[in-house]
């Protein structure tokens, strides 16, 4: 499953609009990839991933199972694309009347280079799959297959978005929270595009992980020990992940250290929480690659289920919360623990950036780099992310400015006459007040104001009433 194409028209901000994700240079047929949105705010990088959790609801359109009825991601009026302009003393809004669709091409199954979309036409308030026929029939087939004990590989579907782990406790679910039957692979669907990470989910599934250990002699079962991996290989310094009983929490070793879920950096909490929740979904959707008893050596470099499982999961702002050296290593480790696992995901982050491969940046607002291992921080930041002068502090270049103006002020002093001096001191004490709290900076713009003026028979008196 991947997505390489999305053409969106009136959807939200965008009139009309192609994105392109290639597959990585000399990727194989079945590997995953990494794709990265930047661009300032209010560009657009979140209403694409918006587009893309529309395209993969194909997914949920028929899923046997009714817990999944709320899943679904759709069109919606609301999301229509709304125009402007001033109406007496305000401005006011109107949908544009005509249609809204999202279009995907893609593979889906073993289909290659297939298109499937919703519309939503002008006056109907009822989506049209119309475009999605063929595609929703193969995945149908596919879900009939399973239901009769066929041993099918299906892809996880993810939405991450910016505050993806800070779902409250008491907001589970109450359908899921009373269902209290046996564990199926549909579950790896569940609330898949809402963005949210359930930390109560997690908590009760290695909370069974841990009773199941007691009937094991102590031994893990298997698809713990491959989400555990997955964390470890995911959260740097991390050699250990267990649930406690006494705190009744996750636990995470950061070495040596064990803190209790709620104890943890929200770095720590966030990387943990994303990790482990694609983890069990993989474990969930395809557990039949999952040994019966402990992995064996086929699963050491890498346990067959995180191997062979494909899928497309967005991630809104990759980088929150994470510690720049966190985020240099972030993209690297998501690609080597789930190969085949299509990400596309926004980033402020330069750092992320830099870690990125031949044609994984798609930047909003130019012309994308191939070669982001080679350019520096800086460079990407000036270059890419349109930052001046990344070198320095916002309010470092302001004083050199102001410095500058200064300067040049004095010079039109000078040459000034007398009976208008006044204002040109109550003009360079006005644009050097905001840096009193800086007495070098103080101190030489009054030497440069004495050598300046002091020929006019004034003194910087105005100039230090200003601020210094």
């Known amino acids: 499953m991947r997505i390489d194409r999305l053409e969106l028209r009136n959807f939200k901000k965008f009139s009309r609009a192609t994105f392109e994700f290639p597959r990585t240079v000399n990727a194989h047929a079945d590997a995953g990839s990494f794709h990265v949105l930047i661009g300032e705010n209010g560009v657009g990088k979140t209403t694409i991933l918006d587009a893309l959790a529309v395209a993969l609801g194909v997914w949920l359109e028929r899923v046997p199972d009714s817990l999944l009825a709320n899943s679904r991601r759709r069109l919606k009026k609301d999301d229509k694309r709304m125009i402007g302009g001033l109406q007496g003393d305000r401005s006011q809004f109107r949908r544009v009347p005509e249609d809204m669709s999202i279009d995907a091409r893609g593979v889906v199954l073993d289909q290659t280079d297939v298109a499937w979309g919703q519309t939503l036409a002008v006056g109907k308030t009822k989506v049209s799959n119309a475009a999605s026929q063929d595609v929703l029939a193969w995945i149908w087939s596919a879900y009939e297959r399973v239901g009769q004990g066929e041993r099918v590989i299906l892809p996880v579907i993810c939405y991450y978005g910016a505050g993806r782990a800070w779902l409250a406790h008491n907001e589970r679910n ?22 949210r990470i359930r930390i109560a989910d997690l908590a009760h599934w290695f909370l069974g992980e841990h009773i199941a250990m007691g009937n094991r002699n102590g031994r893990p079962r298997p698809g713990f020990e491959v989400v555990r991996r997955a964390v470890l290989a995911c959260v740097p310094g991390a050699d250990g992940i267990w649930y406690d009983s006494d ?8 070495d040596g250290n064990a803190q209790p879920f709620g104890n943890l950096s929200g770095g720590q909490r966030v990387l943990l929480a994303l990790v482990a929740d694609l983890a069990i979904k993989v474990v969930t959707q395809n557990n039949f690659l999952v040994p019966p008893d402990e992995l064996g050596p ?18 809104d702002e990759l980088d929150v ?3 720049p050296t966190w985020q240099r290593s972030i993209v690297e480790s998501l690609r080597k623990i789930f190969p085949r696992i299509q990400f596309i995901t926004t980033t402020h982050s330069p750092f992320i950036v830099q870690s990125l491969r031949e044609d994984e940046l798609i930047n909003l607002q130019g012309q994308t780099v191939p070669q982001l291992g080679n350019l520096s921080v800086e460079q990407i930041a000036n270059g890419l992310m349109g930052v001046d002068r990344p070198d320095v502090g ?4 302001e004083m050199v400015t102001a410095a500058k103006d200064y300067l040049v002020t004095l010079d039109e002093a000078k040459r000034a006459p007398a009976d208008k001096l006044a204002e040109f001191e109550e003009k360079l004490a006005n644009r050097i007040a905001p840096y009193a709290d800086n007495p070098a900076f103080q101190a030489f713009l009054e030497l440069k104001h004495a050598a300046k003026l ?7 008196e105005p100039f230090n009433q200003g601020g210094a």
């Not at 109450?174 to 963005?195: I, T, V």
């Not at 705190?247 to 950061?254: A, D, G, K």
């Not at 002091?454 to 910087?460: L, N, P, T, V």
């Open 298 to 315: 086929e699963d050491n470099a890498l346990p067959r289920v995180l191997a062979q499982t494909p899928g497309v999961v967005l991630i």
């Open 247 to 254: 705190s009744q929490e996750i636990s995470l070793s950061i």
């Open 174 to 195: 109450k359908a899921k929270a009373k269902s209290n039957g046996p564990s199926n692979r549909w579950e790896a669907f569940y609330d898949c595009l809402n963005e």
């Open 321 to 323: 919360h994470l510690h």
């Open 394 to 397: 916002q309010r470092y270049e």
């Open 454 to 460: 002091g020929g006019h028979g004034h003194s910087a």
